[in-house]
């Protein structure tokens, strides 16, 4: 019979959440940012279909670093757990607050009990009538739950990303200009120490909104709408119209 | 343990908001409730919905509802509507018990939605009808009782580019239907007023017209159909679905075309 090592808790929380760093380090990131017009989600994704970004419910969004298979199937989720809610008591309890809880609890509960930890890294954000009813959550692999204001940046090397992020976002800003914001400093993902990479184009990067307004501008209350790549390419261009 | 990952699979699989809920929670479905062992007599014991009209137009369909809802020999409601957009290109209208048939036209609603945001695409066109026949089938005990449901399904055909339109009976059948159709129980009535009106290649404002005046043909020959309201100004609940998705017609445009028609009857001055 071969003896048991003993490893302990700390140890084994700490080894646990390393892989779980590691895991997301390999991808790109995303960025969540409020602005005047709503929210803008902004990642780097070459895939056409494989989707980092979704939409959840009315005004609810999603947005994804890590492993593809995890976050599809957490994002699945939570559009069962939406419209299960909204099916059974109305579309308006339907919460940003009440689904990052639940992601909350199933991302603890996979990290202290399952064999291995998810090694994703999600956003659930909810557009509000002004900016300061705005709701961005931030959830890490561990459970971990923050409610941010104005943006978040996920992924690997979300520090420098955030650094140059500063600079450029303001909370004035409309969707092309928060978007140009997110997209430039996506290029410094390289770290602090390294150069920032070309200028990206609309091919490699996926892009999706929340209207603050949808009701009124386009005739409908889901406020998702993806960002086609023409519309993102006259967005990227520094005095192209506005959307 | 090849089972477990095989049930995964399947579990990941569904798509069906219906599927789902009923697997989870069964009660919250419209199809769970028991009307008890009385003989049919689901028109005295909860508001019925009636009269709805279907044509296809040059680029698209359109459906309109009646506003009356009766129970019995009363008028239960003279606001109702019975009309509602399904999705973004397709409407659904409803006759029958109108409290049951609500509650299948949220289901459905969401059923669409939720498979619209799983899979990243939209349901085609003869899915979507399928699915409602789906929904009308699991009906079919309470229709039984008395409590039946029979919808029309009218969208936009995005691969084909036309507006198509199907009926069902409360067994679940469905029947594509050509030009137009009508059900409720002033249909007979609406159906010969539209075989007289419509055209080949109908404009949005004539198919309109022609909607709103088989309505009022239908009203005035069936208890319980409502015509137009000129004291309370309601009218008609009308929807095109063409390639631009689903609009309600406005209710200025309803109340001209109902004026018009009004007007030239009383002009015209005949009994019947």
Same mark, same amino acid.
């Given at each position: 019979m071969t003896q048991q090592f003993y490893v302990s808790p700390e140890q084994l929380m700490k080894d646990r959440a390393d892989f779980a760093r590691k895991g997301i380090a390999r991808g790109r990131s995303v960025v969540v940012l409020s602005c005047r017009e709503g929210i803008a989600l902004v990642a780097e994704n070459p =895939?056409? =279909?494989?989707?980092k970004l979704g939409e959840i419910y009315d005004r609810i969004a999603f947005a994804a670093v890590g492993k593809y298979n995890e976050f599809e199937s957490l994002r699945q989720a939570g559009v069962r757990y939406a419209d299960v809610r909204g099916y059974s008591y109305d579309r308006e309890d339907v919460t940003a607050r009440g689904l990052a809880s639940v992601y909350a609890q199933s991302l603890g509960a996979v990290f202290t009990a399952e064999s291995k930890p998810f090694e994703v890294e999600l956003a659930v954000a909810e557009v509000g009538a002004s900016m300061t009813q705005d709701h961005i959550y931030r959830l890490t692999f561990d459970g971990s739950i923050a409610d941010e204001t104005g943006f978040i940046v996920m992924g690997g090397q979300a520090d420098a990303v955030v650094e140059a992020l500063k600079g450029r976002w303001?909370?004035?800003?409309d969707f092309g200009e928060g978007i140009r914001a997110a997209v430039d400093s996506l290029r410094y993902d390289g770290g602090p120490n390294s150069e920032p990479r070309a200028h990206l184009g609309s091919q490699t990067l996926e892009v999706a909104v929340l209207d603050r307004s949808p009701l009124t501008t @386009?005739?409908?209350? @889901?406020a998702f709408r993806r960002v086609s790549n023409q519309e993102l390419d006259v967005m990227l261009t520094p005095d192209g119209a506005a959307l | 343990m090849p089972e477990d990952a095989a049930a995964t699979i399947g579990r990941a699989a569904s798509t069906s908001f219906s599927d789902y809920i009923a697997a989870q929670?069964? &009660? &919250?479905?419209?199809? &769970?409730?028991n009307a008890g062992n009385h003989a049919a007599g689901g028109a005295d014991l909860a508001p019925h919905a009636t009269t709805i009209v279907s044509l296809t137009y040059a680029g698209g369909v359109l459906m309109a509802g009646d506003r009356r809802a009766t129970m019995g020999n009363i008028i239960a409601s003279r606001h109702i509507e019975k009309v509602f957009p399904a999705d973004m290109f397709s409407v659904l209208g409803i006759a029958g018990s109108a409290g049951i048939a609500l509650d299948i036209t949220r289901l459905f609603q969401v059923e669409l939605e939720h498979y619209e945001k799983i899979e990243g695409t939209r349901m085609s066109l003869d899915g979507k009808a399928n699915r409602l026949a789906a929904m009308i089938r699991a009906n079919l005990p309470l229709a039984l009782q008395g409590l039946a449901v029979v919808p029309l399904f009218a969208g936009f055909d995005t691969t084909r580019r036309i507006g198509r339109l199907f009926s069902f009976d409360v067994t679940g059948g469905r029947y594509e239907e050509q030009e137009h159709h009508s059900v409720g129980s002033g249909s007979v009535f609406a159906r010969g007023a539209l075989k007289k009106l419509w055209k080949p290649n109908l404009g949005e404002d004539e198919a309109v017209k022609v909607a709103v005046e088989s309505l009022y043909d239908a009203a005035d020959d069936d208890s319980a159909t409502g015509g137009p309201d000129v004291v309370r100004q309601l009218w008609p609940v009308v929807y095109t679905v063409n390639g631009a998705g689903a609009r309600r017609i406005p209710e200025r445009t309803l109340a001209e075309a109902a004026e018009e028609i009004i007007a030239s009857r009383s002009v015209s001055g005949r009994e019947a």
């Amino acid at each position: 019979m071969t003896q048991q090592f003993y490893v302990s808790p700390e140890q084994l929380m700490k080894d646990r959440a390393d892989f779980a760093r590691k895991g997301i380090a390999r991808g790109r990131s995303v960025v969540v940012l409020s602005c005047r017009e709503g929210i803008a989600l902004v990642a780097e994704n070459p =895939s056409p =279909s494989l989707h980092k970004l979704g939409e959840i419910y009315d005004r609810i969004a999603f947005a994804a670093v890590g492993k593809y298979n995890e976050f599809e199937s957490l994002r699945q989720a939570g559009v069962r757990y939406a419209d299960v809610r909204g099916y059974s008591y109305d579309r308006e309890d339907v919460t940003a607050r009440g689904l990052a809880s639940v992601y909350a609890q199933s991302l603890g509960a996979v990290f202290t009990a399952e064999s291995k930890p998810f090694e994703v890294e999600l956003a659930v954000a909810e557009v509000g009538a002004s900016m300061t009813q705005d709701h961005i959550y931030r959830l890490t692999f561990d459970g971990s739950i923050a409610d941010e204001t104005g943006f978040i940046v996920m992924g690997g090397q979300a520090d420098a990303v955030v650094e140059a992020l500063k600079g450029r976002w303001n909370a004035d800003q409309d969707f092309g200009e928060g978007i140009r914001a997110a997209v430039d400093s996506l290029r410094y993902d390289g770290g602090p120490n390294s150069e920032p990479r070309a200028h990206l184009g609309s091919q490699t990067l996926e892009v999706a909104v929340l209207d603050r307004s949808p009701l009124t501008t @386009r005739g409908t209350v @889901r406020a998702f709408r993806r960002v086609s790549n023409q519309e993102l390419d006259v967005m990227l261009t520094p005095d192209g119209a506005a959307l | 343990m090849p089972e477990d990952a095989a049930a995964t699979i399947g579990r990941a699989a569904s798509t069906s908001f219906s599927d789902y809920i009923a697997a989870q929670n069964p &009660a &919250a479905l419209p199809s &769970a409730r028991n009307a008890g062992n009385h003989a049919a007599g689901g028109a005295d014991l909860a508001p019925h919905a009636t009269t709805i009209v279907s044509l296809t137009y040059a680029g698209g369909v359109l459906m309109a509802g009646d506003r009356r809802a009766t129970m019995g020999n009363i008028i239960a409601s003279r606001h109702i509507e019975k009309v509602f957009p399904a999705d973004m290109f397709s409407v659904l209208g409803i006759a029958g018990s109108a409290g049951i048939a609500l509650d299948i036209t949220r289901l459905f609603q969401v059923e669409l939605e939720h498979y619209e945001k799983i899979e990243g695409t939209r349901m085609s066109l003869d899915g979507k009808a399928n699915r409602l026949a789906a929904m009308i089938r699991a009906n079919l005990p309470l229709a039984l009782q008395g409590l039946a449901v029979v919808p029309l399904f009218a969208g936009f055909d995005t691969t084909r580019r036309i507006g198509r339109l199907f009926s069902f009976d409360v067994t679940g059948g469905r029947y594509e239907e050509q030009e137009h159709h009508s059900v409720g129980s002033g249909s007979v009535f609406a159906r010969g007023a539209l075989k007289k009106l419509w055209k080949p290649n109908l404009g949005e404002d004539e198919a309109v017209k022609v909607a709103v005046e088989s309505l009022y043909d239908a009203a005035d020959d069936d208890s319980a159909t409502g015509g137009p309201d000129v004291v309370r100004q309601l009218w008609p609940v009308v929807y095109t679905v063409n390639g631009a998705g689903a609009r309600r017609i406005p209710e200025r445009t309803l109340a001209e075309a109902a004026e018009e028609i009004i007007a030239s009857r009383s002009v015209s001055g005949r009994e019947a």
